[in-house]
């Protein structure tokens, strides 16, 4: 179990680090920064939101309860504090998150594959994509497409086809930065979310991955090639749709032109 208190901005650091805390203990009155604005910023970044947090605080007034609460704290404890106690609260809300955190796993998961699903993919990319427009951080985005799939059912069973998705899933995740989000998209169509990743960058790994699954041999001997479509967060987009339009975009052209490349737009 791991536990951290935090003051100042310090804080936020902390909470944002790997792996992330269990849960955070946060008080009302800081300096340079109130425990409410704090909370109010945990829960409106994707990757601190779930975090639980439980206000311990001097200040015993229904309204600052009350506050605390509705800005997503999961509890609210006055002091004096009585340690035992605060530990049974604390064990209660790590094992309730514990258990949501396997339920959200499962909804969010491929359950063939192991990669995150669209829908997962699609929240992260809006949730980046405000971040990019704030900071100014180049994001860039892959479609990738099994060429042929088709074939490998018809040919093998879909049995054997699952089995070259599950492989093409384990060679993308080994492909992953921390920062990356890779993902089934539908079917044997996959994406790759990069953050931090100018468009010349991620031509280079698009094309790293086009010839790594081509070196591969596939179980019954099968061989695989993918097409590629490639593309980043311009100035002027505004919704998360233009960009993996153009993703997809670039992805057909990448099959017009015959299959097993990468081409960017």
């Known amino acids: 179990m791991r536990l951290r208190t935090n003051r100042k901005l310090l804080f936020l650091a902390l909470a944002v680090s790997d792996p992330a805390p269990d849960l955070i203990l946060l008080d009302i009155e800081m300096p340079d920064l109130g425990g409410h604005e704090v909370c109010k910023q945990l829960k409106s970044q ?6 639980p947090v439980i206000f311990v605080t001097a200040r015993d007034d229904e309204g600052n309860e009350q506050l605390g609460l509705q800005l997503g704290a999961v509890d609210y404890i006055t002091k004096p504090v009585r340690p035992l106690t605060v530990l049974a609260r604390v064990n209660t809300h790590i094992t309730l998150k514990q258990q949501r955190d396997m339920l959200q796993e499962m909804a ?18 809006e949730q980046r994509m405000a971040n990019a427009a704030r900071h100014g951080t180049p ?12 074939n490998i059912n018809d040919q093998h069973g879909h049995l054997v086809g699952d089995s070259v998705l599950a492989r093409m899933a384990t060679e993308l995740l080994s492909a992953c930065r921390k ?14 979310l990069l953050g931090y990743c100018p468009i010349d960058v991620a031509e280079a790994k698009a094309e790293v991955i086009r ?3 081509e070196s591969i041999s596939f179980s019954h001997g099968i061989k695989v090639t993918v097409s590629i479509g490639v593309t980043h967060l311009r100035a002027e987009d505004t ?13 057909y052209q ?10 960017v737009n």
Not at 139 to 150: A, E, G
Not at 180 to 191: K, L, P, S, W
């Open 46 to 51: 994707l990757h601190t939101r779930d975090i």
């Open 108 to 125: 969010l998961k491929d359950q063939l594959t192991g990669l995150y699903n669209r829908y997962y993919l699609l929240e992260a990319a």
């Open 139 to 150: 994001i860039s985005i892959l479609m990738l497409d099994i060429d042929y799939f088709k």
């Open 179 to 192: 920062e990356d989000i890779a993902a089934r998209y539908g079917g044997e169509e996959f994406a790759f």
């Open 211 to 213: 010839q790594q699954v």
């Open 239 to 251: 919704t998360i749709e233009q960009l993996f339009d153009r993703a997809d975009k670039a992805l």
């Open 254 to 263: 990448a099959k017009k032109l015959g299959r097993n490349q990468v081409c």
